[in-house]
T-cell receptor
């Protein structure tokens, strides 16, 4: 089984709709992250969480919110989706001291 | 500010050729980590290597090798005898030391798209 899972894997939604992307991990890591990937721009950090009570904004948090329901679960919400939020979204985890990231398979989101 | 530059946007080679992907980074941290990730056409991100700033030994893993040079702030990746399955986008990334205050946000380069033709 995958260490980091994301649901849904693909989603098409309409402008103005609220949508939630979910991430679960079995690695036991405290730290979880949401990244967004756009063609030609690489990956950019949206939000990150060091534990259940610690949520931090990344470089592009506007228009997004997150919820850390448990150590293993970290959800990303788009309150009112807009077309320029069409992108590939990755969840990632890391453990203390390594600085590395284990990525989920990605969620391809299209906002029409 | 931390920055990663992958100057090669796209590279195309013929199978069995050697290919080097360049990565140049900027950071003021004294302790940092460098990474390479592979993103095949299927879209997932595959971790390839992590290197910390105190370990300048080159590393070889099968057909893959990495050359880390602090003097030039470079962490280049070479694929020897490339294969079609190596076709992917490759990302170099940088993470600062966690003890230096929140620098563990992974900073990615924009990626190099490698196409290996049969």
């Amino acid at each position: 089984d995958a260490d980091v899972t994301q649901t849904p894997r693909n989603r098409i939604t309409k402008t103005g709709k609220r949508i939630m992307l979910e991430c679960s991990q079995t690695k036991g890591h405290d730290r979880m992250y949401w990244y967004r990937q756009d063609p030609g721009l690489g990956l950019r950090l949206i939000y990150y969480s060091f534990d259940v009570k610690d949520i931090n904004k990344g470089e592009i948090s506007d228009g997004y919110s997150v919820s850390r329901q448990a150590q293993a679960k970290f959800s990303l919400s788009l309150e009112s989706a807009i077309p320029n939020q069409t992108a590939l979204y990755f969840c990632a985890t890391s453990d203390w001291g390594l600085g590395g990231k284990y990525f989920g398979p990605g969620t391809r989101l299209t906002v029409t | 500010a931390q920055k990663v530059t992958q100057a090669q946007t796209e590279i195309s080679v013929v199978e069995k050729e050697d290919v080097t992907l360049d990565c140049v980074y900027e950071t003021r941290d004294t302790t940092y980590y460098l990474f390479w990730y592979k993103q095949p056409p299927s879209g997932e991100l595959v971790f390839l290597i992590r290197r910390n700033s105190f370990d300048e030994q080159n590393e070889i893993s099968g057909r893959y090798s990495w050359n880390f040079q602090k003097s030039t702030s470079s962490f280049n990746f070479t694929i020897t005898a490339s294969q079609v399955v190596d076709s992917a986008v490759y990302f170099c990334a940088l993470s600062g030391a966690e003890t230096q205050g929140g620098s563990e946000k992974l900073v990615f380069g924009k990626g190099t798209k490698l196409t290996v033709n049969p």
